[in-house]
């Protein structure tokens, strides 16, 4: 066995919530992800910054990737000692090819593990409230591939139709009509009822219920199509007593990864649909503690900035007591009481412009700053952008910034026609600052929030109701 590690990893049906905690480590260690076409993109953000994504997903009759390149692929990545995540909607062993990539890693004795993940034959039925088994209505459930390679494909129909229990068709949407037929030709009732879950899980969800009698006519004019799971039973009943929809449900929001997953929390908690996009990441670069030192007052950008300058300090083998006559400045209250915290309290809170061009004063920044042209402006890190190209961004319903930074990190990570294609989305903008930024980088609808959770919650849900 190589160093290297393949990791087959299950996603779950789509609510990128419903990965499961080892799967998210294993995506957070990855060098590679692999990815199929139905994953959520919040996933993706769980990835390292340097991490390669690939998607190598598989369309109806089109194969991005074809399956032989994606097993050489996962054994050459291996063999380079990468560790490797092949993602995979749902379960990798249930109705995939996750069978056949282990059997070709071990042929090639390849080091690789399986993660299971959620199905969507169990959970996407849940998610319109049905329940797969039920005391009163099913004490089985069977789960059938309706990907047939041929028309009459090879199922046992006779033996299929009469099974008692709840019977879950995946990737049976383009055989609905010959599911239908069979069913209805080895003695299964017309008015058996019939749920077609659209999207299950995820904001973009769409049930359809009805009975073999009608489930045709109400597909095609509902325009309900793949990807879709097909149930069949009396338990698809309890879809009318047990369903529930919460209040943000169908909204998609996008939101910056952030250390803090409160208010993305939140957001799900009411329904939403939260993606959040990869961060940059701030590296501290080469700069000159005594010329700093020189000055009177040192004024703090930001708290990245601060805690570089720190960094430096003890770098140095200075402390505290090394600046104890130089006037520390800081930008905001936010950035003062963090300052606070490590000991050093701000002797006052300004706005840059009020001390950038004077000659006692140096700021502190980064590389990208607004304010680098000032003259003592001295750049302490820089900010190392990652790549947000996977997300597509037609079906967002708002974007949301925290920050000034998650403004830049976003609009650098995408190309300049992506930019054009988001700049006419809805925006919330946690502070005057940030809604100041978004204006000026041509976003049209923007609205201005107070920067605290609760506020954003009230906002939309405001607009719902």
């Excluded at 004063?361 to 680098?372: A, P, R």
Aim: aromatic share 6%.
């Amino acid at each position: 066995m190589n160093n290297g590690l393949v990791s087959l990893v299950g996603a779950g049906p789509g609510d990128p919530e419903l990965l499961t905690i080892k799967g998210k480590r294993r995506i957070q260690e990855a060098d590679v992800v692999m990815f199929d076409r139905l994953i959520d993109p919040s996933i993706l953000s769980y990835a390292k910054a340097d991490a390669e994504l690939i998607n190598v997903g598989k369309l109806p009759h089109h194969h991005r990737v074809k399956q032989s390149q994606i097993n050489q692929m996962l054994v050459d990545y291996s063999l380079d000692e990468k560790r490797v995540v092949r993602l995979k909607a749902g379960d990798p062993y249930v109705l995939g090819r996750g069978g056949e990539e282990a059997q070709f890693l071990t042929a090639n004795g390849i080091n690789y593990e399986v993660v299971p993940g959620l199905t969507s034959a169990i959970a996407g039925l849940a998610a319109a409230g049905i329940s797969v088994t039920h005391r009163d209505y099913a004490s089985s459930f069977h789960v059938i591939s309706a990907h047939l390679k041929k028309e009459n494909g090879t199922l046992d129909w006779p033996n299929i139709a009469h099974q008692e229990g709840t019977l879950i068709f995946l990737m049976g949407m383009e055989n609905l009509d010959l599911i239908v037929s069979e069913l209805l030709n080895n003695g299964r009732s017309d008015d058996t009822p019939v749920a077609i879950i659209q999207w299950a899980t995820q904001w973009r969800q769409k049930n359809l219920i009805s009975n073999l009698k009608d489930v045709r006519r109400k597909v095609e004019e509902t325009g309900i199509g793949s990807p879709s799971i097909i149930a069949v039973g009396d338990v698809v009943k309890l879809h009318q007593e047990i369903d529930y929809v919460l209040p943000l449900f169908g909204q998609r929001i996008l939101i910056a990864d952030n250390s803090s997953h409160k208010l993305v929390h939140e957001l799900r908690d009411h329904g939403a649909s939260v993606v959040t996009y990869r961060r940059g990441k701030n590296e501290k670069t080469a700069f000159d503690i005594g010329k700093i030192m020189n000055h009177q007052q040192i004024c703090f950008e930001d708290v990245d900035s601060f805690e570089f300058f720190i960094d430096e300090l003890n770098l140095k083998n200075r402390d505290l007591r090394s600046i104890f006559n130089i006037k520390m400045l800081a930008t905001s209250d936010h950035l003062a009481k963090k300052m606070k915290k490590s000991g050093v309290i701000a002797d006052q809170v300004v706005e840059i412009e009020d001390v950038g061009n004077t000659d006692d004063t140096v700021i502190l920044g980064s590389n990208t700053s607004e304010f680098i042209g000032y003259k003592n402006f001295d750049s302490v890190y820089h900010r190392r952008v990652s790549s947000n190209e996977n997300i597509d961004f037609s079906e967002f319903s708002k974007l949301l910034f925290i920050s000034k930074s998650s403004v830049t990190d976003l609009l650098d990570s995408i190309i300049e026609e992506k930019i054009s294609e988001i700049q006419n989305i809805p925006v919330l903008a946690m502070g005057k600052k940030v809604e100041q930024l978004l204006i000026s980088k041509g976003f049209t609808n923007v609205k201005l929030v107070k920067p605290k959770n609760s506020k954003v919650l009230e906002e939309l849900l405001e607009e719902v109701n």
